[in-house]
């Protein structure tokens, strides 16, 4: 359509755009992303604020016990301050034997039906070093040499006799009244005496 004002006439350019049924500009479409801006722009901050957290929350689990992170370590050096079973039985056996005290009274029983026999064994142990020794003799004879001793005290002095005397084990027990007794079957250095005796007495 051609304008009034329009000073030059209408030519076929004015009747193509009389044949348009749109007139003027139209706007080309906004892409996704500038729509959506707003969204992803908060959803991109709240990400970024997650992993921070994650870092964060991270980092202090890692320094509470350096045993989590390495438990190998740990349990090695647990064992190396704990002894071996074997050591320790070593340690034990190297400990030296508790000294026995010669001064405890001792009674020598004679109980072979030798003549002189607690004699003998009382000078056999004075000679050892043994200071309180009296004598004794039994009414019934016995096969084996035996020590006794009434305190759980004198157990260790009481086993030292016992090995002196080739007696075995010693044994506690109230049968006598003397802190150790020995009973005594045969010469000291005879079969079953044990120690070495000059056989007087």
């Not at 202090?60 to 992170?69: F, K, S």
């Not at 096969?143 to 004198?154: G, K, L, S, T």
Request: proline share 6%.
């Amino acid at each position: 359509m051609a304008d009034s004002q329009y000073p030059y006439p209408p030519d076929r350019f004015d009747d193509e755009a009389d044949a348009v049924s749109f007139h003027g500009a139209h706007r080309a479409e906004l892409p996704f992303w500038r729509e959506n801006l707003l969204y992803i722009i908060i959803i991109g901050a709240a990400a970024v604020l997650l992993i921070v957290l994650l870092f964060f929350i991270g980092g202090m689990g890692g320094n509470g016990d350096d045993r989590a992170e390495d438990p190998t370590s740990a349990a090695a050096e647990s064992e190396a301050a704990e002894p071996s079973a074997e050591e320790t039985t070593a340690e034990e056996e190297a400990e030296p034997a508790p000294e026995p005290d010669l001064s405890t009274p001792v009674l020598v029983v004679n109980a072979g039906g030798i003549n002189g026999l607690a004699g003998t064994w009382r000078d056999t142990l004075e000679g050892e070093g043994w200071e309180d020794i009296s004598v004794a003799t039994s009414d019934n004879a016995q096969q084996e040499p035996v020590v006794f001793y009434r305190d759980e005290a004198d157990a260790d002095t009481a086993q030292a006799l016992a090995e002196l005397a080739g007696a075995g084990e010693a044994r506690q027990s109230d049968e006598y009244d003397a802190p150790i007794t020995l009973v005594a079957v045969a010469e000291p250095g005879d079969a079953g005496g044990g120690a070495e005796g000059d056989g007087e007495g």
